[in-house]
């Protein structure tokens, strides 16, 4: 079965102070690992997917990076509008493309 | 390209009613899975159907059954209705690289 467990629970920062938030997974066989930013009370938007160990992709203030066992999301001199919960997701090879998303990790930036 | 919408936006319910959520999916994605959200929770699997034909449940009892259409639109219908049920139900369908591409949600409330 799937496993997917984010860390920390609740991340407070101050603008500009940049951190990192913790994806681990257990999964037989990645087809692909995905972060997602839900804002209260809407869907998740999807950010990025990883598909490999060593693979990181970006997007403005967000990096994503993967390794065998955990991925990262990094943020750069977060701003306030970063001020979300980011989930993340891991979808294996067995059988269809169901992904299994963890609890996720509520950051809020102060200004 | 227009994206996932679901309807209602609200909806409150007695214990033991039925209820029926839609979503029309992304322009072009012939797949589309349900979650439920419960607060503070990540998005839990109930069912993925892939050009009409379920392709994957998750832990759900039978009483939360679905439906997909030709045009790849999509129902979620919850018989006899229990206060747990009240969560945020999201509609998602899938993109070519398996992100998913969520709509607003519909939020349950069971009194």
């Known amino acids: 079965e799937d496993q997917v467990t984010q860390s920390p629970e609740a991340l407070r920062l101050q603008e500009g102070e940049s951190s990192s938030l913790n994806c681990s997974y257990t999964?037989?066989?990645?087809?692909?690992l995905f972060w997602y930013r839900q804002d209260p009370g809407k869907g998740p938007e999807f950010l990025f997917t990883?598909?490999?160990a060593g693979e990181e992709k970006e997007k403005e203030r967000l990096k994503a990076t993967l390794t065998k066992k955990e991925s990262f999301l990094h943020i750069t001199a977060p701003k306030p509008e970063d001020s979300a919960t980011y989930l993340c997701?891991?979808?294996?090879?067995?059988?269809?493309?169901?992904?299994?998303f963890g609890r996720g990790t509520s950051l809020i930036v102060h200004p | 390209e227009t994206g996932v919408t679901q309807s209602p936006t609200h909806l409150i319910k007695t214990r033991g009613q039925q209820v029926t959520l839609r979503c029309s999916s992304q322009?072009?994605?012939?797949?589309v899975s349900w979650y439920q959200q419960a607060l503070g929770q990540g998005p839990q699997f109930i069912f993925q159907?892939?050009?009409?034909?379920?392709?994957g449940r998750g832990n759900f009892p039978p009483r939360f059954s679905g439906l997909q259409f030709p045009n790849y639109s999509s129902e979620l219908n919850v018989n006899a209705l229990e206060l747990d049920d009240s969560a945020l139900y999201l509609c998602?369908?899938?993109?070519?690289?398996?992100?998913?591409?969520f709509g607003p949600g519909t939020r349950l409330t069971v009194t």
């Open positions: 990883l598909y490999s």
């Open positions: 997701a891991v979808a294996g090879t067995g059988g269809s493309y169901i992904p299994t």
């Open positions: 159907y892939y050009r009409e034909e379920e392709n």
């Open positions: 999964v037989s066989g990645l087809r692909g």
């Open positions: 322009s072009g994605h012939n797949t």
């Open positions: 998602a369908s899938m993109g070519s690289s398996y992100e998913q591409y």
